[in-house]
């Protein structure tokens, strides 16, 4: 059982979407943990928060926890 933790994407989707995708993570038993910050600055705001969203949602991703950053305040 491991945690996954990534932080501080600011929009930047493809960025967030080669950091999962690099992930060695185990949906049945691992926990991705996204750490605010996901919005501001970057690209593709709109998309990261709809990829987010997505996952969330999805049960085949596992157990993820997305926390409120400063920027989503």
């Known amino acids: 059982?491991?945690?996954f933790v990534i932080g501080d994407v600011h929009g930047r989707r493809e960025q967030l979407r080669r950091l999962?995708?690099?992930?060695?993570?185990d949906p049945a038993r691992?926990?991705?943990?996204l750490?605010?910050?996901?919005i501001d600055r970057g690209d593709d705001v709109p998309g990261v928060v709809r990829d987010v969203?997505?996952?969330e949602r999805d049960p085949a991703a596992g157990h993820?926890?997305?926390l409120r950053?400063?920027?989503e305040q």
């Open 53 to 55: 969203l997505a996952v």
């Open 1 to 3: 059982m491991s945690t």
């Open 30 to 33: 691992d926990t991705l943990v």
């Open 20 to 25: 999962v995708g690099m992930l060695p993570r």
């Open 64 to 66: 993820v926890v997305v």
């Open 69 to 71: 950053g400063n920027h």
């Open 35 to 38: 750490l605010g910050d996901l």
